[in-house]
Structure formats: structure tokens, C-alpha cells
């Protein structure tokens, strides 16, 4: 099991930044993909950001150029520094842990952040 744990959601004007933290309960040497995805209300779940453990990342089309993901092996934390913030932007993100033990592939959600833009 992995807890996963986030910080860093605020309220923001457009155009602001915020930079979202979240801290694995066990070394990133275990653990494979880690996420962020976001939730808006009356909305699905969706992608922000993925990055793997060899450090590859990948972005949904709404946060290019405006988002980046990052993770820091010595602290266990994988960020999301997010830039030119929009009112769209708006919804509780979550952190996501892909793992494998003995060859079974396991998910892990953090308690998610709100995050709010206002216009």
C-alpha cells in the first residue's frame, strides 16, 4: 500500500500559479507512473499529467505549455507546478501511484486538493 498525500491547493486569481506537492509513504525506486488528474464538479475524472519513473513526461492538451510535472526521488514527491492559471482550471486534483508487487498492478489515489481559480 501507498499513502500518497497532497499539498498545495489554494485559491488563485487568473493568471496565477500554484505549485501542488505530494509525498509518497514509500520510496519512487517502488513505485512505477505517478499522476495528477483533476475533478471539476458535474465532470469525470481527467489526466493532467504523467510522468514515468524514468522521467518521461506527458500532458493533457489543456494544461501544455502552462503545467509541469516533476518528481524529486530524494523527498518522494512529485509536483505540479502549474503557471497562467484559467477559471476552467478550477476542480480538486488528485495524485496517482502505479505500482507493481509480484506481478500484480496496484492504484493509488491521494485525498485530492482543491484547487480555485477566480475570474
Known amino acids: 500500500q501507498v499513502q500518497l498525500v497532497e499539498s498545495g491547493g489554494a485559491l488563485v486569481q487568473t493568471g496565477g500559479s500554484l505549485r501542488l506537492s505530494c509525498t509518497a509513504s514509500?520510496?519512487?525506486?517502488?513505485?512505477?507512473?505517478m499522476a495528477w488528474y483533476r475533478q471539476a464538479p458535474g465532470k469525470q475524472r481527467e489526466l493532467v499529467a504523467h510522468?514515468?519513473?524514468?522521467?518521461?513526461?506527458h500532458y493533457a492538451d489543456s494544461g501544455k505549455g502552462r503545467f509541469t510535472i516533476s518528481r524529486d526521488y530524494a523527498k518522494n514527491t512529485v509536483y505540479l507546478q502549474m503557471n497562467s492559471l484559467k477559471p476552467e482550471d478550477t476542480a480538486v486534483y488528485y495524485c496517482?501511484?502505479?505500482?507493481?508487487?509480484?506481478?500484480?498492478?496496484?492504484?493509488?489515489w491521494g485525498q485530492g486538493t482543491q484547487v480555485t481559480v477566480s475570474s
Open positions: 514509500r520510496s519512487f525506486f517502488s513505485i512505477n507512473a
Open positions: 510522468i514515468t519513473s524514468d522521467g518521461r513526461s
Open positions: 496517482y501511484a502505479a505500482t507493481q508487487d509480484m506481478g500484480v498492478s496496484f492504484e493509488h
